[in-house]
């Protein structure tokens, strides 16, 4: 059987890791040679699988998110456990970067889509390989809060923030044909007047099979925040219902959809 060495696991991590960061930064030059952005600036965040990175962008600032290779957490959060297992040795790190590159690419697809929907999000300005940038949120080189981390009670117009929030829902379905599916107050920015959604790697197109499931468990979570006497099932149905709408749709001047003459909220 064969023998493992705790050395020699360490120095494949190292390596692993260097070549990740290496990778990262020739994605991070390219999108500067295509002057997407100039100068980086350093990290602003860190999300689950993501570092997200503040850069300059002409007078202005963009956001790099940088994707990181899961498999590799992965492998190093179970260490114990996987150490032993050959399966985990044979898999190539080529194979490891294409995974993230794919979900860097499906995330960008899907912001392009809600932001030419009109949805408030990100501007969508590229991406390369495991990197996307896009506009940024926030005050000088202070990001936007999250909802979640402003809390209702410190909303100066709660109702605005929750009608916002609800004419980018119906955008994002009937105009884009998506379902964000992990929206909830974590992934939503609050610029001090204007909700802004991000985050669109979990979307899926409408007519995904769980489309529904996703779009009521995005409905409830998003009532949940808002703590509205409007019952989730009820906004969920109007929604599908407006959704299966063939005809033509109009937007009144305060940015609500008119579907047969009428906004989904009265
Ligand atoms: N365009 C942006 N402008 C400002 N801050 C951002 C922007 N995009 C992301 N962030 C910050 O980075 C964090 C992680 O981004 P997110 O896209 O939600 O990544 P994850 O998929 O890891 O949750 C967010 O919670 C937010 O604080
Ligand atoms: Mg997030």
Redesign the pocket.
Known sequence: MRRFKTEKDSDYFKIVDDAINAYTWAAIVKLQERKVIDDVLGA???????K?ILAKRGESYA?L?VFYPILIRFVKSRYGYILGDPRFRRLKISDQLHLVETWCRKEFGNLSRAYSAGVKT?KPYGFYRNVMA?????IDKT????LADVGLENLEDPDHVFYEVVKNLEKTYIFAGLVHS?LSP??I?YDGKDP?I??W?SAVRRGHPKELEYLRRDVERVLEFFETPLPPEDLFKRLVERGAWRGSIDIDEEGWLLIGGKRILD
């Open positions: 602003i965040g860190q999300g689950k699988e993501a997200i956001v998110k990100p896009m506009e940024f949120v926030g990001p936007a809060p999250l992990d974590f992934n920015l802004w991000i985050d790697g």
